[in-house]
C-alpha cells in the first residue's frame, strides 16, 4: 500500500493522507490535531474535559449517579485513578493477573485443537473477557457472558431515540442489553463480592458506597475499554505476523521484551481507537499554519492518533512501517492516550496479547486460512477486525 507517496504497512488504513498542518478546523468547527507533540500537550494540560465515547448519553443519567470513571474529570477523577492504580501496576500485572492470561489462552488455544479451524476474534474474545473479568472481579456470570456482550457491543451501532421507529428498536435494544449483563454477570459478582470481599475493582467500588447501577456501568466501561479493544488489536497484530514472514521470525526468536517491542509498534502503527475528542473548559491555544490559535471555551478538540503516531518528528523515519527498534522510544506512542485519561490497562492489554500469540505462534504448521475483512466505527475511527480464520495443518481439507 502507498500512502502519501510512501510504502505503507498499514492493514487497517483509515483513508486519507496526513495533513501538512499540525492542527486544523473540519467543517463543523471542531479543531483537528494532527501534531504528536502538540496531542501530547494537549491530552496532558490543563483546560480540558473528557468528550466523545457515549459521554451525551452519561451526561443524561440523574445528578446523583455518579459517573464512571472515563467520563470525569478534575479532583474527583484524579482521586479515583490515585486508589485504583495499584490494580495495574507491572508488578501487579506480573504476580495477579499472568497466571490467569496463560490459563484462559491455553484453554482457547485447546478449542482450536481440538475443532483444527477458529474465527481469532472469537478465542481472542473469550481471552480478554476472562482478562477483564479477574482485574474487574466478574467471576459469577451465568454461562452465555460472550454472546451478552457481543449484542452490547455490535459491529454496527443504530442511534436509541423515541421519535422513530428506528430509535426506539435501538433505545429498546441497548436497554435491554443492560438489563442481561446486570442480571446474569454484574449482580452475582457484587453478590458475592458482599458477601466477601476481594482484591479487585467491584470491591473497591463496594466500599466507595456505589450503587449497582453505578458499579455496572463501571464494569461496562471497563469491558469497553478493556475486552473490545483488545480483541480487535489481537487480531491486527496476528494479521500482520501471518503476512509478514521476516516480521513474525523476529517475533518468535525474541524473548519477552523483543515480542512486547513488536507489538507496541504494531500498536504504534494502528492505533485501535483512532480518534480522542476533548471539550474545552477554558481558552486553549495550539499551534496553527499561520501561528497560534485559541480554542475557545465549549469548542471540540479531536486528535487523530493515527496521523499522531506517524508524526516522522517523533517517530523518525519511515514512519508508516513496522520498525520494532523505535518502541524503546516512542513505544506505542498515542495510542492509549496520555495525559489524565491515559489507558491504566496499558500493560495488561500488551501483555496478554503477547502470552496468546506467542504460545498462537508457537503450533506447529498454523496458519491463516482466511483473510479478515475490516470495518470502522466513525464516531471513534476505531477498526474491527472480523473473518480472520486460523487453522492447524489438516483442517479445512488440507
Avoid at 457515549?54 to 479515583?80: M, N, S
Avoid at 506480573?94 to 478449542?111: G, S, T
Avoid at 481558552?283 to 486528535?303: D, I, Q
Wanted: aromatic share 6%; glycine share 10%; hydrophobic share 40%.
Amino acid at each position: 500500500m502507498v500512502q502519501d507517496g510512501q510504502v505503507s504497512a498499514r492493514k487497517a488504513d483509515r483513508g486519507g493522507s496526513r495533513p501538512g498542518c499540525p492542527v486544523d478546523r473540519a467543517a463543523d468547527g471542531t479543531w483537528q490535531v494532527h501534531d504528536f507533540a502538540v496531542a501530547r500537550a494537549l491530552l496532558r494540560g490543563p483546560g480540558t474535559v473528557q468528550a466523545g465515547l457515549g459521554i451525551e448519553t452519561v451526561e443524561k443519567l440523574p445528578q446523583r449517579v455518579r459517573r464512571p470513571v472515563l467520563y470525569r474529570d478534575g479532583p474527583e477523577h484524579r482521586e479515583h485513578r490515585r486508589q485504583t492504580a495499584r490494580f495495574f501496576t507491572p508488578r501487579r500485572v506480573d504476580e495477579h493477573y499472568r497466571e490467569p492470561m496463560v490459563r484462559i489462552a491455553e484453554e482457547q488455544l485447546a478449542a482450536l485443537r481440538s475443532a483444527g479451524e477458529a474465527q481469532l476474534s472469537d478465542l481472542a474474545f473469550s481471552l480478554a473477557i476472562g482478562v477483564v473479568g479477574e482485574v474487574v472481579g466478574l467471576r459469577y456470570s451465568r454461562p452465555g457472558i460472550r454472546r451478552r456482550l457481543e449484542r452490547f457491543f455490535p459491529e454496527e451501532f443504530g442511534e436509541p431515540g423515541l421519535t422513530s421507529v428506528r430509535g426506539l428498536y435501538w433505545f429498546v435494544r441497548q436497554n435491554t442489553n443492560w438489563l442481561r449483563i446486570h442480571l446474569a454477570d454484574v449482580r452475582p459478582a457484587i453478590r458475592a463480592h458482599r458477601r466477601r470481599g476481594h482484591d479487585d475493582l467491584i470491591s473497591h467500588l463496594i466500599a466507595e458506597g456505589c450503587s449497582d447501577a453505578e458499579i455496572l456501568g463501571e464494569c461496562l466501561t471497563f469491558a469497553a475499554a478493556g475486552m473490545v479493544t483488545t480483541r480487535e488489536f489481537i487480531g491486527l497484530a496476528a494479521w500482520h505476523l501471518f503476512s509478514d514472514a521476516e516480521l513474525l521470525g523476529r517475533y518468535r526468536s525474541a524473548d519477552e521484551t523483543g515480542r512486547l517491542a513488536v507489538l507496541q509498534e504494531l500498536l504504534r502503527l494502528e492505533p485501535v481507537i483512532g480518534r480522542l475528542r476533548r471539550r474545552t473548559t477554558e481558552s486553549v491555544e495550539l499551534p496553527g499554519p499561520e501561528g497560534p490559535v485559541t480554542v475557545c471555551p465549549g469548542e471540540y478538540v479531536e486528535v487523530h492518533l493515527d496521523d499522531a503516531n506517524t508524526d516522522p518528528k517523533a517517530v523518525g523515519d519511515d514512519p508508516l512501517l513496522v520498525r520494532p527498534d523505535r518502541a524503546g522510544e516512542i513505544g506505542a506512542g498515542l495510542s492509549f492516550g496520555d495525559g489524565p485519561h491515559r489507558c491504566p490497562g496499558a500493560h495488561i492489554a500488551l501483555l496478554e496479547t503477547d502470552v496468546f500469540l506467542s504460545r498462537l505462534f508457537a503450533l506447529d504448521g498454523v496458519r491463516m486460512s482466511r483473510r479478515p475483512r475490516v470495518a470502522f466505527q466513525e464516531a471513534i475511527g476505531g477498526y474491527e477486525i472480523r473473518g480472520l480464520t486460523v487453522a492447524l495443518p489438516g483442517a479445512g481439507g488440507r
